[in-house]
């Protein structure tokens, strides 16, 4: 076992580690918005030491690209998708919730 597999063990671990600490933030937090939260932030992290430790091991330079491109997709549609969902919740919250009294109808 030479450095950079060691490299590779290292990193793709770690990102285990955080892909494995976003579906426990996923399973245990109690709202919608913290679940998000946890999820978004270590499945990307997590994604992240992925594509680090899978660099070493590639034979191309165009390999390495195309695993980093599809970490950046992903970066990008996490953070749409997380608004999307994130902005619905807090309409529907926002529903439920009665309007505080005006100031005119205490007059």
Known sequence: MNLADI?????CLAGL??????????IRFPDVLSRLHALTKADNLG????????????????DGLKLVLV???VIFS????SYL??????NEQSLKT??????ESEL
């Open 17 to 26: 580690f955080f892909f494995f600490a976003g579906t426990v933030g996923l």
């Open 71 to 73: 970490w950046g997709l």
């Open 98 to 103: 009665p309007a505080p009294p005006s100031v």
């Open 47 to 62: 994604l992240g030491l992925m594509v680090i430790g899978l660099l070493p091991q590639l034979s191309s330079l165009t």
């Open 78 to 81: 996490s953070a749409a998708c």
């Open 7 to 11: 490299f590779s063990v290292v990193f």
């Open 85 to 90: 969902i994130a902005s619905q919740v807090i």
